[in-house]
């Protein structure tokens, strides 16, 4: 069993991708990714998966369907399975994510959007 300690800002230096989730650790049956975003997501909700979204770098607003919820840098927020979400990015955002393993991350829809995380 290897223990690495991880650098996450090198970590984002080694891509340029927008909304591409990168595989930089697991713990149990979840993965910690991290993601440049930049520009409006798809509207989708996680079925069977909680989704924590983690702000690094800038201001994130998560649309729901009855309001907009801010993140700013340092502060995190756990979208419930099940919840509808859109996340817009208006300047380029440096997010980490704690999901299950089996998360896909337009999560009920199919899209361009639509990757596999990769490990970095």
């Known amino acids: 069993m290897g223990i690495d300690v991880v650098n996450i800002a090198e970590k984002f230096r080694l891509f340029d991708e927008q909304w ?3 595989i930089i650790g697991e713990m149990n049956d979840s993965y910690v990714k991290i993601a440049k ?3 409006a997501f798809v509207w989708h909700q996680h079925d069977n998966e909680d989704e924590m979204f983690m702000i690094i770098k800038g ?3 998560i649309r729901l369907r009855d309001r907009d919820l801010w993140i700013n840098e340092g502060e995190f927020v756990v979208i419930p399975r099940g919840v509808e979400h859109c996340p817009v990015a208006e ?3 440096y ?3 704690l999901e299950p393993k089996t998360t ?5 829809v199919e899209s361009e959007r639509t990757v596999d995380a990769n490990w970095i």
């Open 20 to 22: 591409s989730p990168k």
């Open 37 to 39: 975003l930049e520009g």
């Open 59 to 61: 201001k994130l607003l």
């Open 91 to 93: 300047e380029e955002v």
């Open 95 to 97: 997010l980490m994510m």
């Open 104 to 108: 896909v991350n337009t999560g009920n």
